[in-house]
């Protein structure tokens, strides 16, 4: 019997991954995957990993899930392209917020403007400028 796990993104996307074990021999071939600890029927992402091949990463931090976090299962996604992977990952990531994942940085704020200076004495009112129309062409 197959126990497939969707797991939800913050997109509201849903990817089903399977248990690491139904995978054997562990591909080569690219892939997301999961470590996982299960808290009742709850399964919380410990960390959300992607790799071009799944064989070769997988294993990699799994110690310390279990050690440091009690991570007690691996789930995997088969998955060939590198962008859909990261996407996916980061997806997971901006939902879950797995303890073993950096957090995501926030969106780069663009820089203000300088204030400009004015000829203007202190203390005086400034008119507001006027606001003049512009004809789309």
């Known amino acids: ?33 999961l470590f996982v600890r299960w808290d009742g029927d709850v399964a919380a992402v410990i960390y959300a990993g992607e790799t071009d091949s799944l064989h070769r990463t997988v294993f990699e931090n799994w110690e310390t899930a279990q050690s440091a976090h009690g991570a007690t299962h691996i789930y995997a996604r088969l998955n060939i392209t590198g962008a859909v992977r990261r996407a ?3 997806d997971l990531i901006g939902k879950h917020r797995p303890p073993m994942n950096p957090a995501p940085a926030a969106a780069p704020r663009a820089p203000r403007p ?12 400034k008119a507001p400028a006027k606001k ?4 789309a062409g």
């Open 1 to 33: 019997m197959t126990r497939q796990l969707d797991f939800s993104g913050q997109s509201g996307a849903s990817y089903r991954y399977r248990p690491i074990e139904e995978l054997k021999p562990v591909s080569p071939g690219g892939a997301n995957y």
């Open 132 to 135: 003049t129309a512009r004809k």
């Open 88 to 90: 996916e990952q980061a």
């Open 114 to 125: 300088a204030a400009a200076k004015t000829d203007t004495p202190e203390g005086e009112a």
